[in-house]
């Protein structure tokens, strides 16, 4: 399989450079910085074939590093991570699949829109294209895939402090793959199907907190 950045290189500058562009133009006083890590559970989704393989419901551990940059106290974006693991349910045929993505996505803080919200949470979405790397592990290593997502999620966040909250984070990426896949006859398991993931973490303001609350 060729690699990401012979395949995808284009596409990984474009969502970089993207950022930095908009990041570099927000107004200087509207500057308000955020470093998220998650740890959680996940599922992988295929297509439904049956093949002999199927991962279990819940599969650990889920995890997502990002940095987040708010232009108002409404709109922003992020530049985020995320690695999962998963492996086989019983009586599937054994397999374990490390799956993950890069992911440059708009952050809409709906808070303000939900009056009904008590006073130390908040509720933020988050939607953006990126890119998804699965490799299964033991015998089927060479069964790889690198193809574009669409992230769409939904995080619950409450305040700790003035800089620090804890939030909870669904999200589902969606494959933009197309569906053919390696002959499991033949060359075993493979995968690049979607992914659910549900992951608990911490939000840490790090410069310009102007819409700290």
């Given at each position: ?60 551990p ?35 699949l ?19 919200l ?21 015998n ?9 997502n ?64």
């Open positions: 399989m060729t690699s990401v950045f012979a395949k995808y290189r284009v596409t990984v500058f474009i969502m970089i450079f993207s950022l930095v562009y908009a990041l570099g133009n927000a107004q200087e006083r509207t500057e308000k910085w955020r470093a998220q890590f998650t740890l959680g559970i996940n599922n992988p989704i295929d297509d439904g074939e049956n093949d002999g393989y199927y991962t279990k419901y819940v599969n650990f889920s995890v997502n590093l990002g940095i987040q940059h708010m232009f108002s106290d409404k709109l922003g974006a992020k530049l985020d991570y995320g690695f999962n693991r998963s492996e086989n349910d019983k009586g599937s045929k054994p397999f374990k490390n799956y993950s993505r890069v992911n440059l996505q708009l952050v809409y803080d709906a808070t303000r829109d939900l009056r009904f008590p006073q130390d949470f908040k509720v933020v979405t988050h939607f953006g294209p990126g890119i998804s790397f699965t490799q299964p592990l033991g089927d290593t060479e069964n790889k895939y690198t193809f574009l669409a992230l769409v999620g939904l995080e619950i966040h409450y305040k700790l402090s003035r800089a620090l909250s804890l939030f909870t984070d669904v999200s589902f990426a969606y494959s933009l793959s197309s569906k053919d896949k390696y002959n499991s006859d033949i060359d075993g398991f493979s995968f690049n199907g979607n992914l659910l993931y549900a992951s608990v973490g911490i939000s840490v303001a790090l410069s310009g907190c102007n819409y700290c609350k």
